[in-house]
């Protein structure tokens, strides 16, 4: 069982930046791949970016490319999700995920196995 706590969001102008940060429970957390998605009102919740379980590999939607950088580092058990140039549109709750390290980087919710409790981003205009 892994347990996730998402921490970092807030209310940002646009053009802005905020860091989240998504701290694991468990000390395996470099058996994990890991995923940011979002949900804005009214919306299905949508993949942002991943990682794999070495740090080498990375995928982003392509509304957050150039923009949204993921990272981790494994010995404080953290991913990290760096979102520059904010625009309104940015706007949802954020949800740290995670599944056991697999092949590829997947897009599908269903493939992820555990889930914060997600962490609210603002972007004003």
């Known amino acids: 069982q892994v347990q996730l706590v998402e921490s970092g969001g807030g209310l940002v102008q646009a053009g802005g930046s905020l860091r989240l940060s998504c701290a694991a429970s468990r000390r395996a957390f470099s058996n994990y791949d890991m995923a940011w998605f979002r949900q804005a009102p009214g919306k299905e919740r949508e993949f942002v970016t991943a990682?794999?379980?070495?740090?080498?590999?990375?995928r982003y939607a392509d509304s957050v490319k150039g923009r949204f950088t993921i990272s981790r580092d494994n010995a404080k058990n953290t991913t990290y999700l760096q979102m520059n140039s904010l625009k309104p549109e940015d706007t949802a709750v954020y949800y740290c995920?995670?599944?056991?390290?697999?092949?590829?980087?997947?897009?599908?919710?269903?493939?992820?196995?555990?889930w914060g409790q997600g962490t609210q981003v603002t972007v004003s205009s």
């Open positions: 995920a995670a599944r056991l390290r697999g092949l590829g980087l997947p897009s599908a919710r269903s493939r992820y196995e555990y």
């Open positions: 990682i794999g379980w070495s740090d080498s590999v990375t």
